[in-house]
């Protein structure tokens, strides 16, 4: 059974038997009662697979990624058992996406690019298996320099994967090793060049604002990534994230103005290399978006598998939110016992506006306001007093056709997202 826990709610002292199929159907039999919502359409579906270990744990990471350690295992982890967790996992998630078709799937981590071949194949081949795709579906990976073998890279290709998404950070040796990173600057050219020889559609992930670095270096970086004409690009602030190395023992970082002058060398240099700023940090060639994360800001539906996933499932009547277990050792026990969820919860009404907003105001683009009642079962006019107040505030456009931040609401996104956290 896929168990019912509230956030905050201790853990049964004494595991439960697995529970039958029948048990499972119960559980999505009740999603589907009579709620405070009325969607009148379930968004579009995507497939999100954690793979939760690394070579080495990043100082700046905040994500679910523990590093790979031998315990016995040749690759540091265990891969057949980590495979064979999911895919339970996704049996078991089955009857609450009954019918409901997958237009993209993104392997996450970690580093999912330590699977082998074999690995890989395998975890595909099983989502097949279980799930209709849809014939044109979007299969992203994401691979860190250092893990790149191009025999292995053409495999993953064959198996399915159509697009790469490439943790470069900097080309700089200097800033690479401040980030901790485990591959160098030769690593990171490598890497791009594998990716270009197999894959038509890749991103690169990259950092500003690093450790003492200068606006000179930081379009240095913009330069070489740009060099090699990816379809997508991913251009992050290095920020400090809470329990990170780098909180604890902060770097002396580019101050507010340096930072700002970067953030304007990027939007120069991507826009004058054909790039649309679609998004707060992507920027992508036409018809390149990320289709996946596109979902995510449209407050699309995601099933989130593997250690740590999240997910967000809409039903005619709620939409419910539930997460792992974040430790592998844990979530592969869990999953044996037929309890891999730790949390659940359904979104409240009084929530919907800004769990909606905070996703969808990072397009700059905006938004087709039809779109809030297709994916919230609300009415537009459940946020009106917050979205008179950030138009006063000339923190957003709005007519009958679109609602978008204007360049003040981008650049003080987080306050104006925060105007829909009361209703």
């Known amino acids: 059974m896929i168990p019912i826990k509230v956030v905050g709610a201790k853990a049964a002292s004494q595991p439960s038997a697995p529970a039958s199929h029948s048990d499972v159907a119960g559980v999505a039999a009740k999603y589907l009662a009579g709620g405070t919502l009325n969607l009148t359409a379930l968004p579009p579906l995507s497939l999100y697979i954690h793979f939760p270990w690394c070579v080495k744990k990043?100082?700046?990471?905040?994500?679910?990624?523990?590093?790979?350690?031998?315990?016995?295992?040749?690759?540091?982890?265990?891969?057949?058992?980590?495979?064979?967790?999911?895919?339970?996992?996704?049996?078991?998630?089955?009857?609450?996406?009954?019918?409901?078709k997958i237009y993209t799937i993104f392997i996450g981590g970690g580093t999912p690019s330590l699977l082998s071949a074999a690995g890989l194949d395998r975890l595909l081949s099983d989502v097949r298996t279980l799930l209709p795709l849809d014939s044109d579906v979007e299969i992203t990976m994401e691979a860190n320099p250092g893990t790149f073998e191009?025999?292995?890279?053409?495999?993953?290709?064959?198996?399915?994967?159509?697009?790469?998404?490439?943790?470069i950070q900097s080309f700089s040796e200097r800033h690479l090793k401040a980030l901790g990173r485990i591959h160098d600057d030769g690593e990171a050219r490598r890497a791009v060049d594998i990716a270009v020889a197999n894959f038509d559609n890749f991103n690169l992930d990259l950092m500003y604002a690093l450790p003492s670095q200068t606006l000179e270096e930081a379009q240095r970086d913009i330069e070489t990534a740009l060099s090699y004409q990816p379809?997508?690009?991913?251009?992050?602030?290095?920020?400090?994230?809470?329990?990170?190395?780098?909180?604890?023992?902060?770097?002396?970082?580019?101050?507010?103005?340096?930072?700002?002058?970067?953030?304007?060398?990027i939007a120069e240099l991507t826009a004058a290399?054909?790039?649309?700023?679609?998004?707060?940090?992507?920027?992508?060639?036409?018809g390149r978006r990320a289709r996946h994360n596109l979902n995510y800001w449209e407050f699309g539906d995601y099933l989130g598998i593997g250690a740590g996933a999240h997910s967000k499932l809409s039903f005619p009547h709620r939409i419910l939110r539930q997460a792992r277990y974040k430790q592998p050792k844990a979530y592969m026990e869990q999953?044996?016992?037929?309890?891999?969820?730790?949390?659940?919860?359904?979104?409240?009404?009084?929530?919907?506006?800004?769990?909606?907003?905070?996703?969808?105001?990072?397009?700059?683009?905006?938004?087709?306001?039809?779109?809030?009642?297709?994916?919230?079962?609300?009415?537009?006019?459940?946020?009106?007093?917050?979205?008179?107040?950030a138009e006063v505030k000339g923190l957003l456009y709005r007519d009958h056709q679109i609602i978008r931040p204007t360049e003040l609401g981008q650049r003080f996104l987080n306050d104006l997202q925060e105007m829909f956290l009361t209703t």
Not at 237 to 254: D, G, Q
């Open 58 to 100: 990043c100082p700046y990471c905040d994500f679910n990624s523990h590093e790979a350690k031998d315990g016995g295992h040749q690759a540091g982890f265990p891969e057949q058992e980590y495979l064979d967790a999911l895919r339970l996992d996704l049996e078991m998630a089955l009857p609450l996406i009954w019918g409901r």
């Open 150 to 167: 191009a025999e292995k890279f053409k495999s993953y290709r064959a198996s399915g994967v159509n697009r790469l998404s490439i943790g």
């Open 231 to 265: 379809p997508h690009l991913s251009l992050y602030h290095l920020t400090m994230e809470p329990n990170t190395l780098f909180a604890k023992y902060p770097p002396a970082l580019p101050d507010d103005d340096a930072s700002a002058d970067m953030q304007d060398m």
């Open 273 to 286: 290399n054909g790039y649309q700023h679609y998004e707060v940090s992507a920027y992508a060639k036409a």
């Open 335 to 389: 999953v044996a016992l037929g309890a891999p969820v730790q949390e659940e919860r359904e979104i409240a009404r009084e929530e919907m506006g800004f769990e909606f907003m905070l996703n969808t105001l990072r397009l700059c683009g905006g938004f087709d306001p039809r779109l809030f009642m297709e994916r919230t079962g609300m009415a537009l006019n459940a946020i009106e007093r917050q979205l008179n107040a």
